[in-house]
Protein backbone atom coordinates (compact mmCIF):
# COMPACT_ATOMS: atom_id res chain seq x y z
CA UNK A 1 0.00 0.00 0.00
CA UNK A 2 1.30 3.27 -1.06
CA UNK A 3 -0.15 6.70 0.56
CA UNK A 4 -0.21 9.76 -1.25
CA UNK A 5 -0.77 13.36 -0.32
CA UNK A 6 -2.81 15.37 -2.43
CA UNK A 7 -3.61 19.35 -2.37
CA UNK A 8 -2.87 22.84 -2.89
CA UNK A 9 -1.91 25.70 -0.54
CA UNK A 10 -2.54 29.47 -0.33
CA UNK A 11 -1.09 32.36 1.23
CA UNK A 12 -4.15 31.82 3.98
CA UNK A 13 -5.52 28.30 3.03
CA UNK A 14 -4.93 24.82 2.31
CA UNK A 15 -6.33 21.42 2.12
CA UNK A 16 -4.58 17.80 1.80
CA UNK A 17 -6.40 14.57 0.90
CA UNK A 18 -4.18 11.84 2.06
CA UNK A 19 -5.28 8.95 -0.42
CA UNK A 20 -3.70 5.17 -0.52
CA UNK A 21 -3.42 3.01 -3.39
CA UNK A 22 -2.01 -0.44 -3.93
CA UNK A 23 0.18 1.18 -7.05
CA UNK A 24 3.21 2.84 -6.32
CA UNK A 25 3.17 5.17 -8.73
CA UNK A 26 6.02 7.50 -10.18
CA UNK A 27 5.72 11.83 -9.90
CA UNK A 28 5.46 11.32 -13.85
CA UNK A 29 2.30 8.54 -13.66
CA UNK A 30 0.99 10.85 -10.43
CA UNK A 31 1.12 14.16 -12.47
CA UNK A 32 -1.02 12.09 -15.21
CA UNK A 33 -3.92 10.83 -13.26
CA UNK A 34 -4.20 13.62 -11.73
CA UNK A 35 -4.55 15.88 -14.51
CA UNK A 36 -6.50 13.73 -16.23
CA UNK A 37 -8.76 13.89 -12.88
CA UNK A 38 -8.61 17.74 -12.98
CA UNK A 39 -9.61 17.93 -16.95
CA UNK A 40 -12.37 15.32 -16.17
CA UNK A 41 -14.06 17.62 -13.08
CA UNK A 42 -13.69 20.67 -15.37
CA UNK A 43 -15.35 19.38 -18.52
CA UNK A 44 -18.46 18.43 -15.95
CA UNK A 45 -18.71 21.74 -14.37
CA UNK A 46 -18.17 23.35 -17.51
CA UNK A 47 -21.54 21.89 -18.75
CA UNK A 48 -22.92 22.56 -15.47
CA UNK A 49 -21.97 26.49 -15.80
CA UNK A 50 -20.02 26.20 -12.64
CA UNK A 51 -16.95 29.00 -12.65
CA UNK A 52 -13.59 27.63 -12.17
CA UNK A 53 -10.78 29.77 -11.36
CA UNK A 54 -8.51 27.96 -9.49
CA UNK A 55 -6.96 24.20 -8.03
CA UNK A 56 -9.14 25.18 -4.68
CA UNK A 57 -12.40 25.39 -6.82
CA UNK A 58 -11.80 21.67 -8.23
CA UNK A 59 -10.17 20.04 -5.12
CA UNK A 60 -12.39 18.25 -3.83
CA UNK A 61 -14.08 16.50 -6.95
CA UNK A 62 -10.56 15.57 -7.96
CA UNK A 63 -9.84 13.63 -4.94
CA UNK A 64 -13.87 11.79 -5.82
CA UNK A 65 -12.78 11.18 -9.11
CA UNK A 66 -9.08 9.83 -8.31
CA UNK A 67 -11.71 7.35 -5.66
CA UNK A 68 -14.20 6.93 -8.00
CA UNK A 69 -12.17 6.25 -11.01
CA UNK A 70 -8.78 5.54 -10.25
CA UNK A 71 -8.45 2.81 -7.00
CA UNK A 72 -7.72 5.31 -4.71
CA UNK A 73 -9.18 5.31 -1.37
CA UNK A 74 -9.17 8.05 1.49
CA UNK A 75 -6.76 6.90 4.65
CA UNK A 76 -8.85 6.39 7.69
CA UNK A 77 -7.14 7.43 10.55
CA UNK A 78 -6.90 5.72 13.73
CA UNK A 79 -6.62 9.07 15.78
CA UNK A 80 -5.84 12.88 14.55
CA UNK A 81 -4.56 15.71 16.76
CA UNK A 82 -5.41 19.65 15.37
CA UNK A 83 -5.81 22.83 17.14
CA UNK A 84 -6.25 26.23 16.45
CA UNK A 85 -2.97 27.52 14.13
CA UNK A 86 -3.04 31.11 14.47
CA UNK A 87 -2.51 31.90 18.41
CA UNK A 88 0.14 31.93 20.21
CA UNK A 89 1.15 28.16 22.12
CA UNK A 90 2.34 30.30 25.29
CA UNK A 91 -0.30 33.01 25.49
CA UNK A 92 -3.88 31.07 26.56
CA UNK A 93 -5.01 35.22 26.12
CA UNK A 94 -4.20 35.29 22.58
CA UNK A 95 -7.38 34.63 20.35
CA UNK A 96 -9.37 33.39 23.61
CA UNK A 97 -12.38 32.36 21.94
CA UNK A 98 -10.87 30.49 19.42
CA UNK A 99 -9.13 28.33 21.39
CA UNK A 100 -9.40 24.90 21.50
CA UNK A 101 -8.99 22.01 24.12
CA UNK A 102 -5.98 20.80 22.14
CA UNK A 103 -4.12 23.91 22.12
CA UNK A 104 -5.20 25.27 25.57
CA UNK A 105 -3.95 22.12 26.93
CA UNK A 106 -0.58 22.80 24.92
CA UNK A 107 -0.12 26.19 26.18
CA UNK A 108 -0.63 24.68 29.60
CA UNK A 109 2.30 21.67 29.15
CA UNK A 110 4.30 24.59 27.59
CA UNK A 111 4.00 26.87 30.47
CA UNK A 112 4.73 24.62 33.21
CA UNK A 113 8.22 23.10 31.28
CA UNK A 114 10.91 24.94 32.00
CA UNK A 115 12.94 25.78 29.15
CA UNK A 116 14.20 29.12 28.06
CA UNK A 117 11.91 30.86 25.57
CA UNK A 118 14.15 33.39 24.09
CA UNK A 119 14.08 32.81 20.88
CA UNK A 120 17.80 33.84 20.17
CA UNK A 121 17.97 30.65 23.17
CA UNK A 122 16.45 28.24 20.58
CA UNK A 123 18.40 28.83 17.37
CA UNK A 124 21.70 27.19 19.51
Do not use: P
Amino acid sequence: MEIYNIGYYTYEESDYAQLYHEKKFTKKELDEIIFKASLSVIKKKMVLNHFIHNYSDIHSDVISVLCDNYGFKEVEYDMSWTCFGWASIFDNKDWESDRDNNLKNLTKYLNKAKFNRNHDSMRK
